[in-house]
């Protein structure tokens, strides 16, 4: 009959395999997606004006600590810099306090890492990921409420269904981490190293960010212009064939709005 020790063992090493497998994928799919879009992101992030979404769409890339949601918060509120100012404050501070914090435990956490106990929860992650998890939480709190106090023109859409969408699979993650048996999780540590959730996250927040400023540069207009459902909702548009597909009627939206988009052809598709 195998040993406790035995047991915690044979756990920890299957424990690994499956941590290193996802967080391989997790690699690769965003060293695949940065392939595919390095053009565009020379072409519209690396030259012109700088600004706060720039920043937040390279720290997306190339630091993946908490940004995301930060950066939809940042687009949500484009009109109240207030919470804008509020959420970079806490972004920072997030990342600052992770640092101390994991170089303050790095001693325990290594130890940890080396020689895991899989019979009891090791406290020093929470520690370490407490900062993580307040700024999720409060910032998803704010996405929630201007979901909540958006026009009928966003209200389209159920609220459970702007919940499931709109990023929440990082606190499902975490909620179902919480309430697990560590004793009885044989991948533990798939959760906490593995980062698919993440890595899926990244990646499409970055693609969406290519498209927004693809079709701000195409059109001269601005980003933030371009999310105020205010200003969309006077634009001729219907929907296409294709799930997320639009045809947009420049020459009407010329009439009603002055804008000079001439050359660029009627209808557009997106």
């Known amino acids: 009959m195998p040993t406790p020790i035995l047991v915690d063992y044979i756990i920890a090493e299957t424990a690994l395999i499956h941590s290193t497998e996802v967080a391989v994928a997790s690699a690769a799919l965003i060293v695949y997606d940065h392939v595919i879009t390095f053009d565009q992101e020379v072409d519209l992030f690396w030259t012109g004006r700088r600004d706060a979404s720039r920043f937040f769409y390279l720290s997306v890339k190339y630091v993946p600590l908490h940004t995301v949601i930060a950066l939809r918060v940042w687009y949500l509120f484009t009109r109240n810099r207030q919470?804008?100012?509020?959420?970079?404050?806490?972004?920072?501070?997030?990342?600052?306090?992770?640092?101390?914090?994991?170089?303050t435990l790095f001693d325990q956490f290594f130890q940890?890492?080396?020689h895991p106990s899989l019979t009891k929860s090791p406290t020093i992650f929470a520690l370490v990921y407490a900062p993580g998890f307040v700024n999720h939480?409060?910032?998803?709190?704010?996405?929630?409420?201007?979901?909540?106090?958006?026009?009928?023109?966003?209200?389209?859409?159920?609220?459970?269904?702007?919940?499931?969408?709109?990023?929440?699979?990082?606190?499902?993650?975490?909620?179902?981490?919480?309430?697990?048996n560590v004793a009885q999780l044989d991948i533990y540590y798939t959760g906490l190293?593995?980062?698919?959730?993440?890595?899926?996250?990244?990646?499409?927040?970055?693609?969406?960010?290519?498209?927004?400023?693809?079709?701000?540069?195409?059109?001269?207009?601005?980003?933030?212009?371009?999310?105020?459902?205010?200003?969309?909702?006077?634009?001729?548009?219907?929907?296409?064939?294709?799930?997320?597909?639009?045809?947009?009627?420049?020459?009407?939206?010329?009439?009603?709005?002055?804008?000079?988009?001439?050359?660029?052809?009627?209808?557009?598709?997106?």
């Open 112 to 114: 940890e890492m080396v």
């Open 193 to 270: 190293q593995g980062g698919l959730v993440v890595g899926a996250t990244i990646v499409s927040v970055c693609h969406a960010l290519l498209s927004i400023r693809s079709i701000s540069a195409t059109l001269h207009v601005d980003p933030a212009w371009l999310l105020n459902h205010a200003e969309l909702s006077r634009v001729q548009w219907t929907k296409g064939d294709s799930e997320g597909e639009i045809f947009v009627e420049l020459h009407d939206a010329v009439s009603s709005s002055g804008s000079d988009f001439d050359g660029l052809g009627t209808p557009t598709k997106s």
């Open 83 to 103: 919470i804008r100012v509020f959420a970079a404050s806490l972004y920072i501070l997030c990342i600052g306090s992770t640092m101390v914090l994991s170089g």
């Open 137 to 180: 939480s409060v910032l998803f709190s704010l996405k929630v409420y201007r979901f909540m106090t958006s026009d009928r023109f966003q209200r389209r859409s159920s609220l459970l269904k702007g919940f499931l969408k709109d990023l929440g699979s990082l606190l499902y993650t975490i909620t179902a981490l919480s309430l697990t």
